[in-house]
C-alpha cells in the first residue's frame, strides 16, 4: 500500500509564491513519474507539470517559466515551486505518482488528496 499526502496549498495574492510539496509512503520499490495536476471548478483536471525518473520535465504552456517541478528522491517526495502566481493559477491541486510497489511487477498509479490554491487580492 502506498500513500501519497500532499501540503503547502493556500491563498496568496497576485505575484505571490507558494510551495506545493507531495510526499510518498508505504512499500515502494521505485517511481517512475511524479506529477502535478490541477482542476478549477467546472473544468477537467489538467496537467501541469511532470517529471520522470530519467529527469526529464514537461509543463503546461500557462505555467512555463513561472512553475518548476523537483524532486528529492531520499524522501519520495516532489515539490511544485508556484512564482508569479494569477487568479487563474486558482485550483484544486493534486499529485500523482507511478510507483512500482515491492514484490509488484509494474507501475501502478497513486494519486494525492488534492490541495486547495486559491490566487487572489
Known amino acids: 500500500q502506498v500513500q501519497l499526502v500532499e501540503s503547502g496549498g493556500g491563498l496568496v495574492q497576485p505575484g505571490g509564491s507558494l510551495r506545493l510539496s507531495c510526499a510518498a509512503s508505504g512499500s515502494i520499490f521505485s517511481i517512475l513519474v511524479m506529477g502535478w495536476y490541477r482542476q478549477a471548478p467546472g473544468k477537467q483536471r489538467e496537467l501541469v507539470a511532470g517529471?520522470?525518473?530519467?529527469?526529464?520535465?514537461n509543463y503546461a504552456d500557462s505555467v512555463k517559466g513561472r512553475f518548476t517541478i523537483s524532486r528529492d528522491n531520499a524522501k519520495n517526495t516532489v515539490y511544485l515551486q508556484m512564482n508569479s502566481l494569477k487568479p487563474e493559477d486558482t485550483a484544486a491541486y493534486y499529485c500523482q505518482m507511478m510507483v512500482v510497489p515491492k514484490g509488484v511487477v509494474g507501475g501502478v498509479d497513486y494519486w494525492g488528496q488534492g490541495t486547495q490554491v486559491t490566487v487572489s487580492s
Open positions: 517529471l520522470t525518473s530519467g529527469g526529464s520535465t
